[in-house]
């Protein structure tokens, strides 16, 4: 039997408020989500300009900190490493290496040291020699500006700023050196 | 002339040697670090490398090498207060488990309580509402029928000798 | 072979569409042959699904390694029982896996309920059978557990260490059961709503699905928590962590629409708060699985993110404002005989009980999101660990202990302010005892315990009273012992003295959590081989633990395990070894920490390896007293136990359901005349 439904005179406030409110509800979700799905990714940097940063660098250099703008008109290779990063292991050698085969061209290496503790930063250095200024990611503001998910990641900037490759993991030698030949090559504007 | 200066000498010598010592001392003592101290420390912090699990409690060798850098920091005499701004400073404040109440951050804990107080509010003028019988203006005519419930709690409060 | 596996979930993918479109069709159009057709699509569709599920696990037990799933989630080293449990492992398996559980629920309900409400069923296809089409596209599209890799790879790169657990194998299973069980009431509820029905018929239909869901809910949690507890040795069970969380939030909201659907039933009462609760719980349930899976949180259960997470926010975004939609042009219809004759009324409390829920849920649901909103707002990132939660949460969680103790005490409708003082007297009295003697006797001071254990003891006494008087109330009308009249009592009405049973459990769980969360003592040290370490608990006493030395070898599994035995004494007395492991897996490079311990019902003494030096000279134990967490796990079976007498028919309603058709208003006549 259907029941009679008379008329509402008004539509109920509690009513209009729910809806509205569930929506909007769902709005919000729905950006909020979407902002941070949309998070970039150091990948997503190919192309674009480097985000700049500024990092103190360990006591040996006698430089107290390096800006990445202020190295603009000139290559710079940023490598994001760790102490306790088993698969950067692969590359510190080969990186100092590049490092002293293309200082004289130009190229400036930065190691910037995520998450890190300094004595054992230092010891890694050590170890495997590394000489081109790094330093600690005070704030972990770099890593978060480049959106790296982990370590090694390495960015090759050229003279103009643009991030011409994003390598994610160890690199080896001759993609290395390709790379190192494109960015000193490149005329800057 | 002689004995004045053989003292200084016997006075330099000592303190070399006193010094010496002193500086050596602290090698030769190395003990195990305090690691209650640190834990209560390293339980209010993440693990920087995993989620979901603080530092006391991680067992990656990064949580190890991150514990002695507490340990070392108190040796130096920081408080916990100083460790713990130190490490924001270093890392961050996704490094602590409890953000900083300040700022945006407070809404964290405002907003649920806000929430909470407005829901009581709805409740108890809904309560009042329900509970005075002046009847609303549309109304919708509904004779709820015997639930089968309602001959099961019955047969219930008859077997319980209840009001 | 694994093409026919793509094939089957494609097939499937299709009938789940057919069956939505063409059951609202039907019902619309008065066609019911259509709606047959639907309803035999959505079988069709259980079928093929699970032939999808039948190859992967052949794929899986066989070692079919160029499937990319298996070869991420296995390897040949693996037991058999873990290569099979592996189709939960990662992400697209186990999004398989819910799909095939969804469409066995949505199959069930079809086989069951048929007859007595075909007004509603077309659109209970639709629903069900739209949620499966979702879960299956994804599985065709984007994350396809038939993916082939192009070499041919001689082993797989195994399963996750930390999922080789007993815990962790039904887990997963035990939560997807709860979620997808959900789904049931909810479809019910949106066809009800569709229907224009103003009835409890959905509710009443779907009450054993509720509680189902809310069974498998609540074992996967309490097993999530033991696993956690088991194996990952931290000395815990529970991390708030954003996907416990994600999990548990459904359950915070499942739980008060468990309790408002009686007052709907008994007293008409609530129509609108229901059919809202189950909306969220549903949405909630969508989000908890999207927020687990979509990468947008990092968690330590994450799985990696891809292009799952935008479909899923426009899956719960369409579903959300369709069943708003619903509910605001149905609203006037929902109308209920809202009554309160006092505010000291059952009534109340179980409005009260909605509120906190709902603020419990707030405070998670909260909590878990807000990293995200900050960096959305704001570009920060901050992590919120269990102190927010716990500051939060705990206070409302003892509100709840303490309504759960009031409600079975006081009546429907109106308690007369000295008939309440008269039922409340004896459980305030358990209370205060209890925390007096804990005090002056036991020796607990913090206020926080003080106040926890002393709810338990009167929420304990009220629960147990409810049992005495109905127990004293049989003999007393038809002379039975006491035994005789317990079983006959509970054997009428299992839903009330299930429930009370239920609520029982819950009591001893909250014992275990406050004794464990308020004086766990933990201690971290080096020892030397003969060397000892105390561990003291103020109430509990004192162990001492001496190391023996490190013991150690390979196990055929490929992993390399060492174990570290230390002697035990308790309060100056032996009480045994303990043997933590460490055990380093080898193919995926991950060592686990698993304690041991030595579990009474007073306290757990809870030991994990924490590191050593050389070949076992030196070696660091972290040792943790757990007071009472035992009561946690005993606690979780009492409440196992209790839903399932809940759930039970009685005799009574088994005849009911067998001959009277129960005549509801707002059943409109039966389609297909």
Same mark, same amino acid.
């Given at each position: 039997?259907? $029941?009679?439904?008379? $008329? ?6 509690? @009513? ?24 970039? #990714?150091? !990948? ?15 006591? $040996? ?10 190295? @603009? ?12 990063? !088993? #698969? ?16 004289? $061209? ?59 490759? !994003?390598?994610?993991?160890?690199? #080896? ?12 090559? #490149?005329?800057?504007? | ?11 330099? +010598? ?66 916990? &207060? ?12 996704? +490094? ?54 309602? &001959?099961?709690?019955?047969? +219930? ?7 | ?81 873990? /290569? ?85 194998? *039904? ?95 008994? /007293? ?248 464990? /969360? ?16 105390? *561990? ?23 992993? *390399? ?63 943790? *007293? ?27 309603? /088994? ?19």
């Amino acid at each position: 039997m259907e $029941q009679t439904l008379t $008329q509402p005179k008004t539509t109920s406030p509690l @009513r209009n408020i729910v809806l509205f409110g569930g929506l909007l509800a769902v709005l919000a979700l729905v950006a909020i989500m979407a902002v941070n799905l949309q998070k970039r #990714e150091s !990948v997503d940097l190919q192309n674009q300009q480097a985000p700049d940063f500024t990092i103190p660098l360990f006591a $040996q250099f006698e430089q107290d900190s390096v800006t990445l703008s202020e190295l @603009r008109g000139q290559p710079v290779v940023v490598n994001f490493w760790a102490s306790w990063c !088993v #698969e950067c292991y692969k590359e510190a050698e080969l990186l100092e290496q590049a490092w002293q085969d293309y200082k004289d $061209q130009g190229v400036v290496f930065i190691g910037i040291d995520h998450l890190d503790t300094e004595k054992e930063a230092l010891a890694y250095m050590a170890k495997y020699g590394i000489t081109y200024p790094s330093g600690p990611d005070m704030g972990d503001k770099a890593s978060q500006a480049y959106g790296i998910t982990g370590v090694p990641e390495t960015f090759f900037i050229d003279k103009n700023g643009n991030i011409i490759h !994003v390598q994610i993991g160890p690199i #080896e030698r001759a993609p290395l050196y390709t790379l190192l030949n494109k960015l000193v090559t #490149e005329p800057g504007s | 002339m002689a004995r004045t200066k053989f003292f200084i000498n016997l006075i330099f +010598v000592t303190s070399v040697l006193v010094t010496a010592l002193a500086l050596l001392a602290p090698v030769s003592l190395a003990q195990d670090p305090d690691y209650d101290a640190i834990n209560r420390i390293a339980q209010k912090m993440n693990c920087p490398t995993c989620t979901g699990i603080n530092l006391a409690d991680c067992r990656t060798q990064t949580c190890a090498q991150w514990r002695d850098q507490i340990g070392d920091l108190l040796a130096k005499g920081m408080t916990e &207060d100083e460790v713990l701004d130190y490490f924001v400073n270093q890392y961050g404040t996704q +490094v602590l488990q409890e953000p900083p109440k300040s700022g945006f951050t407070l809404w964290l804990w405002v907003l649920p309580v806000l929430m909470i107080i407005l829901g009581a509010g709805i409740l108890f003028y809904t309560m009042r509402k329900w509970a005075s019988p002046a009847a609303a203006p549309e109304t919708v005519t509904v004779t709820p029928g015997p639930t089968a419930s309602d &001959d099961y709690l019955s047969q +219930v409060e008859k077997d319980l000798d209840f009001d | 072979m694994p093409n026919i596996g793509y094939v089957a979930m494609t097939l499937a993918l299709a009938l789940a569409l057919y069956a939505t479109i063409v059951a609202v069709v039907g019902a619309q159009r008065r066609v019911p042959e259509l709606v047959t057709s639907a309803r035999n699509a959505a079988f069709g569709v259980t079928g093929f699904l699970t032939l999808a599920v039948i190859i992967i696990e052949y794929l899986l037990i066989t070692g079919h390694y160029q499937t990319k799933y298996v070869f991420e989630t296995s390897n040949r080293a693996a037991p058999i029982f873990y /290569r099979m449990t592996a189709l939960w492992g990662g992400q697209d398996g186990s999004l398989l896996f819910w799909s095939w559980l969804m469409s066995i629920f949505a199959a069930l309900v079809l086989l069951k309920k048929w007859g007595s409400m075909r007004i509603m069923m077309p659109y209970v296809v639709a629903v069900t059978q739209i949620t499966v089409a979702f879960f299956v596209m994804l599985v065709v599209f984007v994350a396809n557990p038939f993916e082939q890799l192009d070499f041919f790879p001689a082993d797989g790169t195994g399963l996750n260490p930390l999922l080789r657990h007993f815990g962790m194998i *039904i887990h997963p299973p035990m939560l997807y059961t709860g979620f997808v069980s959900f789904v049931i009431p909810y479809a019910f509820a949106i066809a009800a709503l569709v229907t224009r029905q103003t009835g409890d018929l959905w509710i009443r239909t779907t009450r054993r699905w509720t509680l189902t869901a809310w069974l498998f809910l609540s074992l996967g949690l309490l097993l999530g928590g033991w696993w956690a507890y088991d194996v990952l040795g931290w000395g815990g069970y529970w991390g708030w962590d954003p996907v416990e969380n994600a999990s548990l939030i459904p359950w915070l909201v499942g739980t008060p629409f468990l309790h408002s659907v009686m007052m709907q039933e008994s /007293r008409g009462m609530l129509k609108r708060w229901n059919m809202a609760l189950i909306i969220l719980t549903f949405a909630l349930v969508i989000e908890g699985t999207f927020l687990t899976r979509s990468g947008v949180i990092s968690s330590v259960h994450t799985f990696a993110q891809s292009a799952i997470g935008p479909l899923f926010l426009i899956f719960i975004a369409i579903m959300f404002v369709f069943s708003l939609y619903m509910f605001a042009t149905r609203w006037e219809i929902l109308k209920s005989e809202n009554e309160l004759d006092s505010f000291f009324s059952r009534e109340s409390v179980f409005l009260l009980n909605n509120l906190i829920f709902l603020g419990l849920a707030v405070v998670v649901w909260w909590g878990t999101h807000f990293p995200l909103i900050s960096e959305a707002l704001l570009g920060e990132k901050i992590v919120v660990g269990p102190p927010f939660f716990e500051q939060s949460a705990g206070p409302l969680f003892a509100i709840i202990l303490l309504l759960m103790g009031v409600a079975p005490l006081i009546p429907w409708r109106r308690a007369s302010g000295k008939k309440l003082a008269d039922q409340l007297l004896w459980p305030l009295v358990w209370g205060v005892v209890t925390a007096a003697v804990l005090y002056f006797v036991v020796g607990i001071s913090i206020v926080g315990a003080l106040i926890g254990f002393g709810l338990c003891g009167f929420t304990l006494g009220a629960t147990l009273i409810e049992y005495w008087r109905g127990v004293k109330a049989r003999r007393k009308s038809r002379g039975e012992n006491y035994f005789v009249a317990l079983w006959r009592l509970v054997g009428r009405n299992h839903r009330r003295y299930g429930g009370y049973f239920i609520h029982i459990g819950v009591v001893l769980v909250a014992i275990g959590v406050v004794g464990s /969360r308020f004086y766990q003592v933990e201690t971290q040290q080096n020892l030397a081989v003969g060397e000892s370490m105390t *561990i003291s608990s103020p109430v509990i006493g004192d162990y001492q633990l001496t190391y023996r030395g490190l013991r150690g070898g390979q196990s055929p599994d490929d992993r *390399i395990i060492t174990e570290a035995v230390l002697d035990v004494t308790f309060n100056g007395k032996p009480a045994g070894s303990l043997v933590p492991v460490r055990e380093f897996f080898v193919v995926q490079q991950q060592p686990m920490t698993i304690p041991d311990k030595r579990s009474t019902l007073a306290d757990d003494l809870y030991v994990i390896l924490a590191g050593w030096e050389g070949t076992g000279e030196t070696a660091t134990f972290k040792a943790y *007293i757990n007071p009472l967490v035992s009561w946690l796990w005993i606690g979780g079976i009492v409440f196992i136990l209790g839903t399932v007498i809940a759930a039970w028919p009685t005799a009574q309603e /088994r005849e009911e359901r067998a001959t009277a058709k129960v005549q509801l208003p707002g059943a409109a006549a039966p389609a297909g005349k």
